[in-house]
């Protein structure tokens, strides 16, 4: 945050499945924090609606109004829709080995494709570029491409490099020629 930049989002990657193991002397780790960062206002949220209501489709009359009344009764009503589906809450399931391929198995730390992609979604429309500051094993890449984003991504291990370039071209995603 002392560079600028605004945290707009906190989620929980819950690991449905397993959990990192570390001492001995505390509960196993079986989430982690995601954080959504922006350089003031957000500019695009597309929000995930995959969780069913309680109360289903229907319409509600609600309070509109504390402050002004009508003449009738003294209060201000509307009447809303409520959807079918609602927002997803913060904590976000997966498990842990979905969407493994060969290649990303070779990474000792992949993320599922199902949580990237989410998160893509989420955080940027089609034609955007999605950067990943970890390419790993390549999965942030795989996404972008089969959902229409642009791609940065930086690796220092020239071993996951490669993975990620065979990994691409399995796919049918790798588009360079060198």
């Known amino acids: 945050m002392e560079c600028g930049f605004n945290l ?3 989620m929980i990657y ?20 995601m954080f959504v960062f922006s350089k003031g206002k957000i500019k695009t949220y597309n929000l995930i609606y ?16 504390r402050v002004h009344h009508n003449a009738d009764n003294g209060r201000k009503y509307r009447e809303i829709q409520t959807k079918k589906m609602g927002r997803r809450f ?22 599922p494709e199902d949580l990237v992609k989410d998160h893509m979604i989420s955080w940027s ?11 790993g094993s390549g999965t942030t890449h795989k996404v972008a491409l089969e959902n229409n984003r642009r791609f ?7 071993e996951y ?16 020629d060198y």
Not at 14 to 33: I, T, V
Not at 50 to 65: C, H, S, T, Y
Not at 90 to 111: R, V
Not at 152 to 158: D, L, R, S
């Open 90 to 111: 913060n904590i976000w399931k997966y498990n842990q080995t979905s969407g493994h391929d060969e290649f990303s198995k070779q990474h000792p730390a992949p993320f």
């Open 14 to 33: 819950e690991k449905n499945g397993c959990g990192a193991s570390g001492s001995n002397k505390c509960y196993l780790q079986n989430f982690e924090y």
């Open 152 to 158: 940065i991504g930086f690796e220092i291990a020239k």
């Open 125 to 135: 429309n089609e034609g955007d570029i999605v950067m990943d500051i970890f390419s």
């Open 161 to 176: 490099c490669d993975i990620e370039e065979e990994r691409l071209k399995s796919n049918g995603l790798w588009k360079y």
């Open 50 to 65: 995959d969780r069913e209501n309680k109360i289903g489709e229907q319409k509600q009359i609600v309070n509109a109004d």
């Open 8 to 10: 707009h989002d906190t």
